[in-house]
């Protein structure tokens, strides 16, 4: 996969999560950290936006955990 291609699946996932309705959000996170791992390998600069959904990513990852523990 180019950079082009990397940069061009990053904009694309990026509308998936604005467009994607929260209980399903998480489905997207292996992905996003897929990308993200590969920019990072090819030593390309990150979006931020991309960052900033891999960290919301992992918040509603967390709080899921946790809606389902047995109180």
Same mark, same amino acid.
């Given at each position: 996969? /180019? /950079?082009?291609?990397?940069?061009?699946?990053?904009?694309?996932?990026?509308?998936?999560?604005? $467009? /994607?309705?929260?209980?399903?959000?998480?489905?997207?996170?292996?992905?996003?950290?897929?990308?993200?791992? /590969?920019?990072?390998?090819?030593?390309?600069?990150?979006?931020?936006?991309?960052?900033?959904?891999?960290?919301?990513?992992?918040?509603?990852?967390?709080?899921?955990?946790?809606? $389902?523990?047995?109180?």
């Amino acid at each position: 996969m /180019t /950079t082009h291609d990397l940069k061009a699946k990053a904009a694309h996932l990026e509308q998936m999560f604005e $467009n /994607t309705q929260p209980e399903d959000r998480l489905k997207l996170r292996p992905e996003v950290q897929r990308v993200i791992q /590969t920019l990072a390998a090819h030593h390309q600069p990150i979006p931020l936006r991309l960052r900033q959904i891999e960290r919301k990513l992992e918040e509603e990852a967390f709080d899921d955990m946790f809606e $389902n523990m047995p109180v």
